[in-house]
């Protein structure tokens, strides 16, 4: 295991003692290996993050970016997960509120954090811990006996752990390189999915204690009928792509680079990169949300996992790509902030 895997054992393992309730009841998924109680279900992700052999790190064929560079006006939850586990728990405990906010890994979101010149933000790592309002609210509407309380409270310290654990996951750096910028992007994907998989078997155990009139309240919260069927309504379009946005990311970099015509060829198999990553986000946007918690939280690693995959393959075609251009044409493309366009 390389040396970030090891950081990460460390930092979950160190969550896990933390945590007011049995360290038992939790695991964590590091690449692919899972530590912990074992759930026996179907899992999504199985690959390990890509990042650099240190997360911060400057790229060493880069140099490092200025630090008059300009901030980002909202930190993209792509740098920052921390910033998306609210909507996170939000899609798994409370999907009809969920429906009301944008998915902040979508297509364009990937596009302007790529290419957005944007400097560290600490405070994006240091999100309100909202594990006790989620509790408080399943607590209300479940309506637990006695013995049931001590699966709720290793749900609560589960929630609270993936917190702690994505308050460290702030990087340092934030390279001007877009490719650099992606790599990152994909470690951090990756640990929004570890923190994610800290709630599974806790969550599991807590839905497997409640009787059937438990359990209905509990799953009470997905929408229903006419209710169900203008979410969808409104969800698809928030999901689809667009053929004019990935035009339009394309005709963005040929802006800043001017390739030449025997770059063109390197430039058309980025739009189809662009294209099939696109096609890969749409087949797992959700037409509804699932029946269950558990469900919903599988499908949300899914959809995380769809958006790692589409950001691997649009920086494996970007960096085909600038392997192509000219020093001076590198210098461009890093300099231009799309997000301003």
């Not at 006996?145 to 702030?170: D, E, F, I, N």
Request: net charge neutral.
């Amino acid at each position: 295991m390389r040396k970030p895997g090891i950081f990460i054992a460390i930092v979950a393992l160190a969550a896990v003692a933390a945590a007011p309730t049995p360290s038992a009841a939790f695991g964590v998924r590091l690449g692919p290996f899972y530590f912990g109680i074992p759930f026996y279900g179907h899992r999504h992700r199985h690959h390990a993050a890509r990042a650099p052999e240190r997360q911060t790190a400057a790229l060493p064929e880069q140099p490092a970016p200025s630090s008059a560079a300009p901030a980002q006006s909202a930190s993209s939850a792509l740098l920052y997960p921390a910033l998306a586990l609210p909507a996170a728990f939000d899609a798994v405990f409370a999907p009809t509120a969920a429906q009301q906010q944008p998915w902040p890994f979508g297509y364009q979101a990937i596009f302007q954090t790529a290419f957005a010149k944007s400097s560290p933000d600490q405070g994006a790592c240091q999100q309100p811990d909202s594990a006790d309002a989620v509790i408080g609210r399943i607590r209300s509407t479940v309506r637990p006996t006695a013995a049931q309380m001590p699966q709720l409270q290793k749900l609560g310290g589960a929630l609270h752990m993936a917190a702690q654990y994505l308050s460290t996951t702030c990087p340092s750096d934030i390279r001007a390189q877009p490719t650099a910028r992606m790599q990152l992007m994909e470690w951090q994907i990756e640990k929004l999915t570890q923190a994610l998989d800290i709630v599974r078997p806790p969550l599991a155990e807590f839905e497997q204690s409640l009787n059937d009139a438990q359990r209905a309240r509990f799953f009470a919260a997905t929408p229903a009928g006419a209710e169900r069927a203008s979410a969808t309504a409104n969800a698809v379009p928030a999901c689809t792509v667009a053929p004019a946005a990935i035009d339009r990311s394309v005709e963005q970099i040929s802006q800043a680079v001017q390739p030449t015509e025997a770059q063109r060829a390197a430039l058309a198999k980025v739009k189809d990169a662009f294209g099939s990553a696109a096609g890969g986000l749409d087949a797992y946007c959700p037409a509804q949300a699932a029946a269950d918690p558990l469900a919903r939280l599988e499908a949300l690693e899914a959809r995380l996992d769809a958006t790692w995959r589409a950001v691997v393959a649009i920086q494996s075609a970007l960096a085909d790509f600038e392997n192509t251009l000219s020093a001076d044409q590198r210098t461009r493309l890093d300099a231009t902030d799309f997000a301003a366009l």
